[in-house]
């Protein structure tokens, strides 16, 4: 069965520090990776989609990278703001049974 | 950018009240779901539909129904509500069947 971790479960940075968030998988078998944003009381934002055959996905200052084989992702901010406060979740399709697996979020604060 | 555009932000209904909760998408996506997110249980999925008049169970379908008469709309409906069942529903659609999630912005349900 396929359990996806998200550590740490917060994270407190100073404003303009570069940061990694971590998203783990215990079966590599996955169609795709994907990264939202969930501001407080919120709906969740896609933020980047990686299939399966990918090793990287960039959006501005977001990169999302993957290791199918080890079952890792990231997602690097580089100089973070403020405004980038918020729970980021990941969550994994699996192709097996067409579900998506999901991540407990990692709160993600940035202190000014 | 597709839409997903859920009709409340906020709602407070009464126990045993027959609660309608309605989500609608712009860009002609086949596939919507409904899920419920709850602190320390994450989300869990309640149901979600591939085409027209189709839906298929999530983990969690108990004491909920679904309807979806046209492709752009898909209701969830509470028969009774309860007070377990307050929480934030969040609406998701997607074009295929491989993730590309795109959320609403929640409806968050209080049952009193």
């Known amino acids: 069965k396929q359990e996806v971790t998200q550590i740490p479960a917060a994270l407190s940075v100073p404003e303009g520090e570069n940061l990694v968030l971590n998203c783990s998988f215990t079966d590599s078998a996955i169609y795709n990776l994907q990264w939202f944003r969930q501001d407080p009381g919120k709906g969740l934002t896609s933020l980047l989609l990686i299939q399966s055959s990918q090793r990287e996905q960039t959006s501005g200052r977001l990169n999302a990278s993957l290791d199918k084989s080890s079952g890792r992702s990231t997602l690097y901010i580089a100089a973070s703001q403020p405004g980038d406060s918020a729970t980021y979740l990941c969550a994994v399709f699996m192709d097996s049974n067409y579900q998506l697996i999901w991540g407990a979020g990692t709160k993600l604060i940035i202190k000014p | 950018d597709v839409k997903v555009t859920q009709s409340s932000r906020y709602l407070v209904k009464r126990t045993g009240e027959k609660v309608f909760l309605e989500c609608v998408q712009d860009?002609?996506?086949?596939?919507m779901f409904w899920y419920r997110q709850d602190p320390g249980l994450g989300l869990r999925l309640i149901y979600f539909s591939y085409d027209v008049k189709m839906k298929e169970k999530g983990d969690i379908p108990e004491g909920y129904s679904v309807s979806r008469e046209k492709k752009e709309r898909f209701s969830l409906i509470l028969e009774s509500a309860s007070t377990n069942q307050t929480s934030m529903y969040l609406c998701a659609s997607s074009l295929d069947d491989r993730g590309g999630y795109t959320f609403g912005s929640g409806t968050r349900l209080t049952v009193v």
């Open positions: 860009m002609d996506h086949e596939n």
